[in-house]
């Protein structure tokens, strides 16, 4: 029995699936208090499903993609094999998690999208580094930059453990702090060898995007 807070099918906006339509599952509940967060709704907000319940709302929808996000999916245990048993039943599984929670024990077939957390994210110092041990050569590291300061110490970050030479290395700008452009600029003087991403839901859904 895992605490849901909601289940919706949508397009893709991060990772390397971004675009691609994806049943999303979101669970109840995190530990973090991060300032840009955009789904407060989900700290507390939610109701018990069973994994049959769980596989029911997937099914009914055309994909094999799904994407276990938060909150902090890692705070249940049930996720474990809740993730195992999408694997198995064919899915092509993520999992956005902050890195706060170890990964050790996630299904290897599942893409871990691990959210390093920035100075300026307000949750600094909560990645567990013990988690560098078990990310698989599929898994992808995320960094909201909401200053300069935040680019920076991404950067050292990255080089200090070797993450751009072995894994995709993902730069977002925090939406309304930092401009796109801007973080653009920087990973280009810079040299970076990041990969800029944009959360692209945000520009398909959010009104002021869709002229309205």
Request: charged share 20%; aromatic share 12%; hydrophobic share 35%.
């Amino acid at each position: 029995m895992l605490k849901i807070n909601e289940i919706f099918y949508s397009i893709q906006g991060e990772s390397s699936y971004v675009g691609i339509p994806t049943v999303f599952v979101r669970t109840t509940g995190c530990n973090l208090r991060c300032t840009y967060c955009d789904t407060k709704y989900s700290y507390f907000e939610g109701n018990d499903q069973t994994n049959l319940e769980i596989f029911s709302a997937i099914a009914a929808h055309k994909t094999k993609y799904v994407c276990l996000t938060g909150g902090e999916p890692l705070l249940q245990k049930p996720i474990f094999t809740l993730m195992t048993e999408l694997c198995s039943a064919g899915y092509l599984v993520s999992l956005e998690t902050s890195g706060s929670k170890s990964i050790e024990y996630v299904d290897p077939r599942v893409k871990v999208i691990l959210d390093v957390k920035t100075p300026d994210s307000g949750a600094a110092g909560s990645f567990l580094t013990e988690n560098l041990l078990f990310a698989q050569p599929s898994t992808e590291f995320k960094f909201v930059i909401c200053t300069e300061n935040d680019f920076d110490w991404a950067e050292d970050f990255c080089r200090q453990h070797d993450l751009f030479e072995k894994f995709v290395v993902l730069y977002s700008p925090s939406y309304g702090q930092t401009t796109e452009r801007w973080l653009a600029e920087k990973i280009l003087q810079q040299n970076s060898s990041a990969r800029l991403q944009l959360q692209l839901h945000k520009y398909i859904w959010s009104p002021e995007k869709r002229g309205v």
